[in-house]
């Protein structure tokens, strides 16, 4: 069970190592994409400031030609002068650039008798009331197509949004940008969010900031979002960047102004995201910017998949390396302790040869005196005697070929009482189920039963005449229960001062051996041992 805890913390060590590499591989090969992606998003961001920026030097030359031209401009001029500008081929993405003319609410006729001369009948003010104090109607507005003619005449300080933003350019003095518009230009279906940047034209030359109505009017130009877009991104390589662009500082839906038709590549999520705020002429725009399929990595992350599979393949051997070389460890180790064990035992049996023989001689001599006890002369003893060794030969042999097999409990305790004292055991009462035992507990009771029956010849109650021995067994549920009785010595018995090779081997039989346990009560009627022990640990079973 180690060896395999070793194994496997080997395994998970080398494996949490390796994959803590191979993550930062692939961390590294996202860093080297998400640093390429953000500079797609800013070659993006620089794009579309580089165009408003131009469209913003458009309206500041306008403002310079109409601040110029001190008297009122007519349309020739200002169509001779947005013609040269060449907004088509050098200016695309805006829809035009127009003058609104600043007058009061309850005086408008310099505009309409500016937008009479500039277009003719039929463009008048628009809506035909307000609650504002000045109106701005648009006087000039070129390049003069359906869409740009559907402009004139509109008031632009009566719609909120548009107003906002025009009072702000003229107390800044500055280009100022609306909120997201509906433009009048929107006659089609082919509709688009849009904004307006105002620049205001003061009566004053020398003023540079005011009131509204202190202007003469203001320079517009009308965009669309997406035209605007189109033009940044369509002049030059194109950029593999899906942008959402939305007017204001945080990314709602209803605040999305526009989303370029090439889709984002679901693959990344927000990996690789990127987020840049864009001033426009004083007002925040966030672009949120996500990389679309045609996006190609720098990185990949087959190397950082490769070197964990790797890894998981080294992380395996060690741990296979480590359970052979335990198992190596172990199998010296239990070499070792078995030449240990094999030492022990061939020590335990040596003095068990040594003790047998001495009971064997032992044995022989009070067989002699109990036989010469009882007989009749010379020719009787060694008839009686010779008899008796025989029998404890023949029992012998019979035990020694059984020693190494399976017995059962009667036969074996019959051949060993039969081996120490004869086969006539007329002194002997041997009662119990059929039990048989395993290898190992055939010898531990052999040799329990053979010192046992030897001790109680020597010196029990079998040295009488008038002993008697009783032998009984039987099972407890999971235990088996052995009662050795003896009764009708000589003398009482006591118990001995020291414990000789015998008790000691006894001891040892049955608690080492068979994991169990064993009593001597030493009383005036005789010597009683109770013998328990385990039915699984001696391999003990009903016959």
């Not at 950082?304 to 180790?333: F, I, K």
């Not at 109680?456 to 229960?481: F, P």
């Amino acid at each position: 069970m180690r060896k395999r805890v070793i194994s496997i913390a080997v395994f998970a060590i080398a494996t949490a190592i390796g994959l803590a590499l191979a993550a930062q591989v692939w961390m590294s090969s996202e860093d080297a994409d998400r640093l390429r992606f953000a500079q797609e998003a800013d070659d993006a961001l620089a794009r579309v400031e580089a165009r408003l920026q131009l469209h913003l030097s458009l309206l500041f030359a306008t403002q310079a030609f109409l601040a110029v031209e001190e008297r009122d401009v007519s349309r020739v001029q200002f169509a001779d002068f947005v013609d040269h500008l060449d907004l088509a081929g050098r200016y695309d993405g805006i829809q035009g650039v127009g003058f609104a003319m600043t007058v009061p609410a309850d005086a408008e006729g310099p505009a309409v008798d500016a937008i009479a001369r500039n277009y003719g009948q039929g463009f008048p003010i628009r809506p035909q009331a307000t609650d504002q104090a000045i109106r701005t109607p648009i006087v000039l507005i070129e390049p003069q197509d359906a869409r740009n003619r559907a402009a004139v005449g509109f008031d632009m300080f009566s719609a909120e949004t548009r107003r906002t933003a025009m009072i702000a350019a003229a107390r800044t003095g500055g280009a100022q940008a609306t909120g997201p518009v509906r433009l009048v230009q929107e006659i089609d279906e082919n509709r688009q969010q849009g904004f307006l940047i105002y620049l205001p034209l003061f009566a004053n030359p020398l003023q540079t900031v005011g009131e509204a109505a202190a202007t003469r009017g203001f320079v517009y130009a009308p965009f669309r979002v997406g035209d605007l877009f189109q033009a940044a991104f369509g002049h030059k390589a194109h950029l593999p960047v899906h942008v959402e662009v939305f007017d204001g500082a945080v990314a709602t839906p209803e605040a999305r102004i526009y989303a370029s038709p090439e889709a984002a590549d679901p693959q990344w999520g927000e990996r690789l995201g990127a987020t840049r705020e864009l001033t426009v002429a004083g007002r925040k725009w966030l672009l949120r910017m996500h990389p679309t399929p045609e996006f190609r990595r720098i990185g990949s992350g087959y190397p950082a998949a490769l070197l964990a599979a790797a890894v998981v393949m080294l992380a395996l051997v060690l741990a296979l390396l480590t359970l052979v070389q335990s198992r190596r460890a172990e199998a010296v180790a239990a070499l070792n302790a078995e030449g240990v064990r094999n030492l022990a035992q061939k020590d335990l049996m040596l003095g068990e040869m040594n003790h047998r023989i001495k009971n064997s001689i032992a044995r022989v001599i009070a067989i002699a005196r109990q036989t010469a006890r009882g007989a009749s002369g010379l020719d009787d003893f060694m008839e009686r005697y010779a008899s008796r060794l025989n029998a404890m030969a023949a029992a012998q042999e019979v035990l020694t070929r059984s020693r190494w097999g399976r017995a059962k409990m009667d036969e074996l305790l019959t051949r060993e009482l039969s081996q120490v004292l004869g086969e006539g055991l007329e002194n002997c009462n041997i009662a119990g189920p059929e039990v048989e035992l395993g290898e190992a507990a055939t010898q531990a009771l052999g040799l329990t039963f053979h010192e046992l029956a030897t001790n109680a010849l020597k010196y029990g109650a079998l040295a009488s005449q008038n002993g008697s021995l009783s032998v009984t067994w039987r099972l407890v549920g999971e235990t088996v229960a052995i009662d050795w009785t003896e009764t009708g010595g000589a003398a009482p018995v006591a118990e001995p001062q020291r414990r000789g090779f015998g008790t000691r081997l006894i001891n040892m039989s049955i608690g080492s051996e068979l994991g169990g346990t064993i009593e001597r009560h030493f009383a005036e009627s005789g010597l009683r041992i109770a013998i328990r022990f385990p039915a699984e640990a001696a391999g003990a079973a009903p016959a």
